[in-house]
């Protein structure tokens, strides 16, 4: 069985003093749940403001990008020894917004992918297909470019602790959520490509999220798919209430 996972990406919001806010609501909503693992993303300035506040509460704490070196003359990056630093165990690595706004290619997810495990990071590696690729009906072939790109070169035990989410570009920010079937299709699509890169073990183990315009009306319908582990949520984890709701996908 995979222990479903559901992370907030808070993206460019909350300042040290809403981030706290959030948590304090947050925290009393999802206190008692056991059987999924949540992590909530915030910048990194308020990255080492969080780890007082979530300790007791069961919720990981994680970065939104990492660099891959560990340190040097790399003005406004950030190495994973210093998200550990600042109390993070995951990192968010390749989001489409990366991908689109700031030049992040299969090369630098790869790298970033690498140094996170070597620094004993969780990543949680994000692939999708914008609506154009969709529409030309190359899905398949740009998740497979993204998951072949973004993890060469590992070993399936390097690859155990990834976490992999599913992002169509076009679902993001637009709420316009993939249909079960949708997401369900991608999702076990992405799992062979796991089989063939690491092994049947390792597929049946890792983690695949979903993320595009997830609430909490449509969380138990992605949920309920055999292959849809967990949810990467972008808007509706900035509000304690919706993201607990979320959370609590199964109740
Ligand atoms: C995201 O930021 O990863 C995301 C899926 O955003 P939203 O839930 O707002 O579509």
Same mark, same amino acid.
């Given at each position: 069985?995979?222990? *479903?996972?559901?992370?907030?990406?808070?993206?460019?919001?909350?300042?040290?003093?809403?981030?706290?806010?959030?948590?304090?609501?947050?925290?009393?909503?999802? %206190?008692?749940?056991?059987?999924?693992?949540?992590?909530?993303?915030?910048?990194?300035?308020?990255?080492?403001?969080?780890?007082?506040?979530?300790?007791?509460?069961?919720?990981?704490?994680?970065?939104?990008?990492?660099?891959?070196?560990?340190?040097?003359?790399?003005?406004?990056?950030?190495?994973?020894?210093?998200?550990?630093?600042?109390?993070? %165990?995951?990192?968010?690595?390749?989001?489409?917004?990366?991908?689109?706004?700031?030049?992040?290619?299969?090369?630098?997810?790869?790298?970033?992918?690498?140094?996170?495990?070597?620094?004993?990071?969780?990543?949680?590696?994000?692939?999708?297909?914008?609506?154009?690729?969709?529409?030309?009906?190359?899905?398949?072939?740009?998740?497979?470019?993204?998951?072949?790109?973004?993890?060469?070169?590992?070993?399936?035990?390097?690859?155990? *602790?990834?976490?992999?989410?599913?992002?169509?570009?076009?679902?993001?920010?637009?709420?316009?959520?993939?249909?079960?079937?949708?997401?369900?299709?991608?999702?076990?699509?992405?799992?062979?490509?796991?089989?063939?890169?690491?092994?049947?073990?390792?597929?049946?183990?890792?983690?695949?999220?979903?993320?595009?315009?997830?609430?909490?009306?449509?969380?138990?319908?992605?949920?309920?798919?055999?292959?849809?582990?967990?949810?990467?949520?972008?808007?509706?984890?900035?509000?304690?209430?919706?993201?607990?709701?979320?959370?609590?996908?199964?109740?």
């Amino acid at each position: 069985m995979r222990k *479903p996972v559901i992370a907030g990406n808070w993206k460019l919001f909350k300042t040290k003093n809403e981030a706290l806010a959030l948590i304090e609501e947050l925290a009393p909503l999802v %206190s008692g749940v056991s059987n999924v693992e949540i992590v909530v993303a915030p910048v990194f300035t308020v990255l080492p403001t969080l780890p007082a506040a979530l300790a007791g509460t069961g919720i990981s704490l994680a970065a939104q990008d990492v660099f891959w070196e560990e340190e040097g003359a790399f003005t406004g990056e950030v190495s994973p020894r210093m998200l550990l630093d600042a109390g993070a %165990s995951h990192v968010i690595i390749g989001h489409s917004e990366r991908r689109q706004y700031f030049g992040e290619t299969e090369e630098t997810v790869n790298k970033k992918v690498k140094a996170a495990l070597k620094g004993a990071l969780v990543p949680i590696m994000c692939i999708g297909e914008t609506l154009e690729a969709r529409e030309a009906g190359d899905t398949f072939k740009v998740l497979e470019r993204q998951l072949r790109g973004g993890l060469e070169g590992l070993t399936a035990t390097q690859f155990a *602790p990834v976490i992999i989410a599913y992002e169509p570009v076009w679902a993001i920010g637009t709420g316009k959520v993939a249909s079960d079937d949708q997401a369900q299709e991608a999702h076990a699509f992405i799992r062979s490509v796991v089989t063939e890169l690491f092994g049947k073990p390792a597929a049946e183990k890792v983690r695949i999220l979903y993320g595009g315009s997830v609430k909490p009306e449509n969380a138990k319908g992605l949920m309920s798919r055999p292959d849809i582990d967990g949810a990467l949520v972008g808007g509706a984890s900035l509000k304690g209430s919706s993201f607990a709701s979320i959370v609590r996908y199964g109740e």
